[in-house]
C-alpha cells in the first residue's frame, strides 16, 4: 500500500497546513504566479544539512549559527519538534516538510526554511535505494 504524500507548511501565528502535490504534472510547465526574490543581494546563502533527526548534542545552537544568515536552509532527516518548529517560524517566513516516516512522535523528512513565501510545492517522496 503506497503512503499519501504530501507537505506540512509551518508558518509563525498560523496553524500548520497541509499541502497536496499536484494532480497532473502537466500544469507544472505554466506559468508560476510572480513570488517575492529570496534575497536582493547579488548572491543567495544556502545551507543544506544533514540533521539526523537532531540526535547530536547541541543541534540547535549549531542551526542557528550556520543557518542565521541563510536565505534557504535544507534540512534532510529533520523531526518536527516543537524546538525545530518554533526556530523555523522564528527565522524563516515559511518552513515545509515532506515527512518520509513518523518516529514515535514527530515526523522525520525533508524540510525547506525560506527567507521568502513559496510560490509552489511539489511534495515528492522515493524509496531510498538501500529499502527498495
Known amino acids: 500500500m503506497r503512503k499519501n504524500t504530501y507537505a506540512m507548511r509551518y508558518v509563525a501565528g498560523q496553524p500548520a497546513e497541509r499541502i497536496l502535490p499536484p494532480g497532473s504534472f502537466a500544469s507544472?510547465?505554466?506559468?508560476l504566479p510572480p513570488?517575492?526574490?529570496l534575497s536582493t543581494e547579488e548572491r543567495i546563502r544556502i545551507?543544506?544539512?544533514n540533521i539526523y533527526k537532531q540526535q547530536r548534542a547541541e543541534w540547535l545552537s549549531v542551526l542557528k549559527n550556520y543557518g542565521k544568515d541563510a536565505h534557504?536552509?535544507?534540512l534532510q532527516e529533520a523531526q518536527t519538534t516543537p524546538e525545530l518548529v518554533q526556530f523555523a517560524t522564528a527565522n524563516y517566513l515559511a518552513?515545509?516538510?515532506v515527512p518520509a516516516f513518523v518516529?514515535?512522535?514527530h515526523p522525520s523528512g525533508v524540510m525547506t526554511?525560506?527567507?521568502a513565501h513559496p510560490v509552489y510545492c511539489c511534495p515528492l517522496?522515493?524509496?531510498e535505494p538501500i529499502l527498495r
Do not use: K, M, T
Open 35 to 37: 513570488g517575492e526574490p
Open 72 to 74: 534557504l536552509v535544507l
Open 47 to 49: 545551507l543544506v544539512w
Open 103 to 105: 518516529l514515535p512522535q
Open 95 to 97: 518552513a515545509d516538510q
Open 125 to 127: 517522496r522515493e524509496r
Open 113 to 115: 526554511l525560506s527567507a
Open 28 to 31: 507544472i510547465g505554466q506559468a
